[in-house]
C-alpha cells in the first residue's frame, strides 16, 4: 500500500504525481510525535505537583488547590491539540515525527494545507481517536484507497511522501549562475506565511524566467525582470522602483531558490 501513488491535476493545470503515505510511515511519525508530547505533559504535570506540595510557590489567586488543576488540563488540552494544528499549518504539512520520516499534509489539489484545513482536521481527532488508541483512524487508513482517515476525509487532505529533488553530479547552467554569483536562500528572508502567498502560477512564472534566464540578451532580460519583480516581489513587501536590474536579478533568483523546495518535487 505504501506504494500507492496518486496523480493530480491542480487549478493551474499542472499534473502532479504524489506517492501516498501508508499506515506504517503515518503511525511511525505520531508515535515520534506522542512521545515528544508525552514528555512536555511529564514536564508539566512534575511542575504542577512540585506547586501543589508546596505552598510557597502558590500565588493568593492559587489559593484554591483545583485553581492550579484546572489551568493544568486546560494547558495539557491546548498543547496536545494545538501540536499538531500549528506545526501542520506553519511548517508546511509537517510535524515533527512527520519530518523525520519525511512525509506531510497537502490538499488533496496539491496545494499546501490551509488555516481552515488543518483547524477541521485535527478537530476530527477526537472521533479518529475512538473508541480507543486511534483505532477508528488505523482502520479507515488501512483500508481506504487514499490511506485516509476521517480527519482527512472532512478536510480534503492527503498524507504523502515528501518529493526531494535529484542529487545532480553537476550543477545545471542556472545553478552555477546562482553560485557564481554567490547567492543562497538564506539571502532572502520569506516566512512561512509569505511562502503560503505563491501560488502554483507564480511558480511557474519564475521558474519559466529563470529556465531563460542566460538565454535572453540582455535587453530582452532587463524589462521581463522588471515586470516579474513587479509581480512577485510585492508579495513579500519588496518596493522594486529602488533596486537596479542586477539586485532584482539576484532577489528572483534567491526567491526561485526559495520556492522550488515548496512546488519542485520529484519522487
Known amino acids: 500500500m505504501n506504494q ?7 487549478p493551474e493545470y499542472v499534473s502532479l504525481q504524489f506517492q501516498l503515505s501508508g499506515l506504517g510511515s503515518r503511525a511511525a511519525a505520531f508515535l515520534i510525535d506522542q512521545l515528544i508530547l508525552w514528555a512536555v505533559n511529564a514536564v508539566i504535570i512534575i511542575i504542577l505537583v512540585i506547586i501543589m506540595n508546596n505552598e510557597t510557590f502558590l500565588p493568593i489567586f492559587f489559593a484554591e488547590n483545583t485553581i492550579p488543576i484546572a489551568f493544568t488540563i486546560i494547558a495539557l488540552f491546548i498543547i496536545n491539540w494545538g501540536y499538531f494544528f500549528a506545526f501542520e499549518f506553519f511548517s508546511g504539512g509537517r510535524t515533527i515525527g512527520k519530518k523525520i520520516l519525511g512525509i506531510r499534509v497537502i490538499q488533496e ?19 479518529d481517536s475512538l473508541p480507543t488508541a486511534y483505532l477508528l483512524g488505523i482502520i479507515m487508513v488501512f483500508f481506504h484507497s487514499k490511506h485516509k482517515r476521517l480527519g482527512d476525509l472532512v478536510a480534503g487532505t492527503i ?58 540578451p540582455e535587453s ?17 513587501g519588496l518596493g522594486v522602483e529602488e533596486m537596479d536590474d542586477g539586485e532584482l536579478e539576484n532577489i528572483l533568483l534567491v526567491l526561485y531558490l526559495n520556492l522550488r523546495d515548496e512546488w519542485e518535487f520529484e519522487i
Open 4 to 10: 500507492d501513488k496518486m496523480d493530480i491535476k491542480t
Open 109 to 127: 489539489n496539491g496545494h499546501s494545507i490551509t488555516l481552515l484545513s488543518s483547524f477541521i482536521r485535527n478537530l476530527m481527532r477526537i472521533i
Open 159 to 216: 498524507v504523502v511522501h515528501e518529493r526531494k529533488e535529484k542529487r545532480k553530479k553537476k550543477l545545471s547552467p542556472i545553478e552555477k549562475e546562482i553560485e557564481n554569483r554567490g547567492l543562497s536562500k538564506n539571502e532572502l528572508s520569506i516566512d512561512e506565511w509569505a511562502i503560503k502567498s505563491f501560488s502554483m502560477k507564480d511558480w511557474k512564472l519564475i521558474s519559466t524566467y529563470v529556465s531563460r534566464f542566460q538565454q535572453l
Open 220 to 236: 530582452e532580460r532587463n524589462p521581463l525582470t522588471k515586470q516579474i519583480s513587479g509581480i512577485l516581489l510585492t508579495k513579500i
